[in-house]
C-alpha cells in the first residue's frame, strides 16, 4: 500500500480564481493520477501526472483548465484555474502500485462562491 | 470503451444478515475490477480486487466477490453486515490503470 496526503484539505473560493492541490506520497511510484468527484456523483479520472513530462489528459479536461506538475515520483500538483461554482468537487490524487491497486489520497473538497 | 453498472442507488439490510452490493462491467480484454468504499469525509479505501486467479476474491473487514465472466459481474457480497458497513460502495475496471467508476451504491444497514 501507499500512504497519500493531499493539501489542504479543504477550501472555499472566489469565482475567478485559482487553487494549487497538493498530492504527497510516502514512496516513489511511476504513476499518479488525479480525479474528481463531483457532489453526490462518481470519479471521473482527470489525467495522469507524467513525471518528467506534460500530464495525459482525459476527454473533456484540458491543459490550460487543470494544469498540473509532478517534478519527481512522490509529488503532484493539481491546479484548477478560472474556477466557476461548477468547479466546486472533491478533488483525489491517486498512485498505483505494483499489486495494480489505486491507492487514493484523502481528497481536498473544493467550494467555489 | 470501458464502463461500469451497479444498478442499485440504495441497500438497506439488518445488521447480521447477508449484504451483496451489484456490479456488473464492460471492456475489452481482460478485465480489472475492484471494489472500494467511502465513508463520509473520507477519501476512498480499497476493499479488494480481482485480476486472474480464482473467481472468489476475499479483501478487507471480512468482504468478498464473486468475479463471473459469462455474466460479467463483480458483485461484493458480506455474509454477516455491521452497522459500520454503512457506506458508499463504488465497483470499478481497467484493462490498463485508468479506472472507469460505478454511479456508487448507498449502504445502510440498520441495528
Known amino acids: 500500500s501507499a500512504v497519500i496526503s493531499q493539501k489542504p484539505s479543504r477550501d472555499i473560493c472566489q469565482r475567478g480564481t485559482s487553487l494549487t492541490i497538493q498530492c504527497q506520497v510516502d514512496?516513489?511510484?511511476?504513476?499518479m493520477f488525479w480525479y474528481r468527484q463531483q457532489p453526490g456523483q462518481s470519479l471521473t479520472l482527470i489525467a495522469t501526472?507524467?513525471?518528467?513530462?506534460?500530464?495525459?489528459?482525459e476527454s473533456g479536461f484540458v491543459i490550460d483548465k487543470f494544469p498540473i506538475s509532478r517534478p519527481n515520483l512522490t509529488f503532484s500538483t493539481l491546479t484548477v484555474s478560472n474556477m466557476s461554482p461548477e468547479d466546486s468537487s472533491i478533488y483525489l490524487c491517486?498512485?498505483?502500485?505494483?499489486?495494480?491497486?489505486?491507492?487514493f489520497g484523502p481528497g481536498t473538497r473544493l467550494t467555489v462562491l | 470503451a470501458q464502463s461500469v453498472a451497479q444498478p442499485e442507488d440504495q441497500v438497506n439490510v439488518a445488521e447480521g444478515n447477508p449484504l451483496t452490493v451489484k456490479c456488473t462491467y464492460s471492456?475489452?480484454?481482460?478485465?480489472?475490477l475492484f471494489w472500494y468504499v467511502q465513508y463520509p469525509n473520507r477519501g476512498l479505501q480499497f476493499l479488494l480486487k480481482?485480476?486472474?486467479?480464482?473467481?472468489l476474491v476475499k479483501g478487507s473487514y471480512g468482504f468478498e466477490a464473486e468475479f463471473n465472466k459469462s455474466q460479467t459481474s463483480f458483485h461484493l457480497k458480506k455474509p454477516s453486515a455491521l452497522v459500520s458497513d454503512s457506506a458508499l460502495y463504488f465497483c470499478?475496471?481497467?484493462?490498463?490503470?485508468?479506472?472507469?467508476f460505478g454511479a456508487g451504491t448507498t449502504v445502510t444497514v440498520r441495528a
Open positions: 491517486s498512485v498505483l502500485t505494483g499489486g495494480n491497486e489505486q491507492f
Open positions: 514512496s516513489q511510484v511511476t504513476m
Open positions: 501526472a507524467n513525471q518528467g513530462s506534460e500530464a495525459t489528459y
Open positions: 471492456v475489452s480484454g481482460n478485465p480489472y
Open positions: 480481482y485480476i486472474t486467479g480464482d473467481n
Open positions: 470499478a475496471v481497467t484493462n490498463d490503470y485508468k479506472l472507469s
